[in-house]
C-alpha cells in the first residue's frame, strides 16, 4: 500500500480522505506542520494555493520521496459574489456558520457552491484535480456531523440514470458520511486524482 501524507490541521477533511483512497491502495496519513506557518497567497484561485501549500509543504515530509497530498476548499456564495471562497477558512473562524446566515438575512438567493481543489506530489509530479458540489444555504444552522460549514449547506439532489442521490433536505452535517460523499466536492476532487494517476503516462512515472 503506497503511503500518501496528506498536509491539513482538519482531522475531518482526512477521515474524508482515507475513506476514499484507502479502499484503493493508498495509506492516507495526516501531515501537521508545527512550529513554522504554511502561508497562503492572496488571491481568489484555489488551485494557486494548493499548488502554494504543496511547495511549502515538501519541506516537511519525514522521506524527501514520499507522496503529499494538500487540499484547498471554500464555499462561494452567489449573492455575496463568490465570498467567501478562498477565505472560507477564516470566515468560519470569525463569524462562523450562525455569522453567514446573518450575512444572508433578507436575501432570497440562497444559491451556493463549495468548491476544492486536491493537489498531489507523486514521484517528482504533481497532479491536480477539482471537485464541485452545488447547492443552497439552509435557513439555520443543522446537525453534527461533518465539519466547516456543513451545518448551513444542503446540496442539489443529483438524478443519474439509474438512481437519485437526496438528503431531502438534510444538510451535510445531517447525514451520514457515506450519504456525504454521493455530493462532496472533496470526493470528487479525489476520485479525478486517482483517474488522473490511471493514465499510461501517470503509470510510467510512478
Known sequence: MRTVWFMTGNVGKVREAKH???PLGF???QLVVEGVEIS????DDLEVV???K???SQAHLPHPDDALMVEDAGLFVDALDGFPGVYSAYVL???GCNGMLKLMEGNNNRNAEFQAVAALLLDGDVFISRGVCQGVLA????GEAGFGFDPIFVPNDIENEDITHTTNGLTFADVDLSVKENFSHR???LDGLLELLSTPEAASSS
Request: charged content about 40%; proline content about 4%; some cysteine.
Open 139 to 142: 435557513a439555520k444552522a443543522s
Open 93 to 95: 473562524k470569525t463569524l
Open 54 to 56: 504543496l511547495e511549502q
Open 27 to 29: 495509506e492516507v496519513k
Open 20 to 22: 476514499a483512497l484507502e
Open 187 to 189: 470526493r470528487k476532487a
Open 50 to 52: 494548493a499548488r502554494s
Open 40 to 43: 497562503e497567497p492572496q488571491c
